[in-house]
């Protein structure tokens, strides 16, 4: 039988979410996320009011969509729907804010998106099959047998570090850089936290952005290669951008080839652990390995919700979205939406329709490193499964406290020999 680790339906000390006046009721709260006890909120809304409106949270007012149909119908309408404001349901202060194409409309979007696009097409991505697998098994190889270690840090940030440092042809030795800023990036400043301020974390940030310049300056001056950086320096939609907008765009395509990846490949170690009849199934029949893949980035969803701000009056669920209002796609809650998703709650390698998920987003602004995150996350567990390896889950995951990236900071684990 499997061991599913259950979540309780109290939440916050104790306190029933059934109990909570739905306008009182604030999802966003990150603890919920670190503490893993969000699902009966948005099981609520889903049930109650899928298109709900919190007028007091440390956000602002904002509109949360919940149900696989509305989160579509909001990412897919770019004109109505826009991510100009930004992309999370955080406000960063002007002074702080950095454009970027997932920030941007057509034309200027396509312009700058398919500048770094052809790096992360399939044909590329299989030019780079045979450097993935050589280096998780190499990450495989050298973990310590027998004795706990933090599987986060070990496999998930190692082996998507290293791919970052490949797609900017970024200095080997320094690639934990770029989780380091990345994890700076989507950090919401508060006190008592390593980013306690706007300030602290643009200054920070202002340390990638000079470092990039550097490498920048050395691609413009040399003859193009297919490396992000020398793509965008050598690109007329991005040659002449300014040095926020370099940053931000830098930002993005970090954060996006990190933590996708990243924390689907910690979640679904964890999930083969909670469901070890799919463990079994898997390993009985590997060729379910590309099934279970989306599955897992299905229940890990790893980015948790997009922001979007409305540019015109429209009625959503029988409610009145206002022109300017605040529009939050929570596709952690879409991805359980039993409407659309049989037995959504449960964890199925082989379910029908595996790929229907809203992890990677729909519309003009669909995740583009989704097929390298697909490739990253099957190549490991052909590993995994080839070298017969029993990684056993020995303590709690540390959730990061988030509501945007659905992460961890810590999964101990044992690799019995």
């Known amino acids: 039988m499997d061991t599913v680790m259950k ?14 006046p739905l306008k009182d009721l604030d999802v966003s709260e990150p603890r919920r996320f670190q503490d893993d006890s969000l699902w009966p909120c948005f099981e609520r809304l889903r049930r109650e009011d899928p298109v709900h409106h919190c007028q007091d949270s440390p956000h602002g007012p904002y509109w949360s969509i919940t149900k696989y149909r509305d989160i579509v119908a909001v990412d897919t309408n770019h004109k109505i729907f826009s991510s100009a404001q930004g992309v999370t349901i955080l406000d960063v202060p002007e002074e702080h804010w950095t454009p970027s194409f997932i920030k941007a409309g057509p034309p200027k979007h396509a312009a700058q998106r398919n500048t770094v696009s052809p790096i992360l097409a399939p044909d590329n991505l299989e030019k780079l099959e045979g450097l993935i697998r050589s280096r998780a098994r190499t990450i495989l190889d050298g973990l310590p047998r027998n004795e706990a270690f933090n599987w986060v840090d070990m496999v998930s940030i190692e082996l998507t570090t290293q791919m970052l440092a490949t797609l900017f042809d ?66 007329s939609g991005t040659r002449h951008m300014e040095p926020r907008e370099f940053l931000g765009n ?16 910690t979640g679904g170690l964890l999930f083969m652990n909670q469901h070890p009849s799919e463990l079994r199934k898997l390993r009985d029949n590997p060729a379910l390995v590309s099934s279970a893949v989306s599955e897992i980035i299905r229940y890990q969803t790893p980015i948790a919700h997009m922001r979007r701000n409305a540019t015109a009056d429209i009625i959503m669920g ?6 300017g209002d605040k529009v939050v796609m929570w596709y952690i809650s879409g991805n359980r939406d039993d409407e659309v998703i049989e037995d959504a709650n449960k964890f199925t390698i082989d379910r029908k329709n595996v790929h229907q998920h809203l992890s990677f987003g729909y519309g003009i602004h669909r995740c583009l ?49």
């Open 7 to 20: 979540t309780p339906f109290n939440v916050r000390g104790g306190e029933d979410v059934r109990g909570i």
């Open 170 to 235: 970024f200095p080997f030795a320094d690639r934990r850089l770029l989780t380091y800023w990345s994890d700076v990036a989507v950090a919401a400043p508060t006190v008592g936290q390593a980013i306690d301020s706007w300030g602290k974390r643009s200054a920070i940030l202002s340390e990638c952005l000079t470092y990039f310049t550097r490498l920048w300056r050395e691609r413009i001056n040399a003859e193009p290669r297919f490396d992000l950086i020398s793509m965008m320096a050598h690109s």
């Open 250 to 265: 830098l930002i993005l395509l970090i954060v996006g080839g990190n933590d996708t990846t990243r924390n689907s490949i």
């Open 318 to 323: 029988g409610k009145q979205i206002r022109r």
């Open 369 to 417: 490193g989704r097929h390298l995150a697909r490739l990253q996350l099957k190549i490991l567990w052909e590993e995994i499964l080839n070298k017969r390896m029993e990684v056993e889950v020995v303590g709690n995951p540390e959730r990061v406290a988030s509501n945007f990236v659905h992460g961890y900071s810590a999964l101990p684990v044992r690799i019995i020999v």
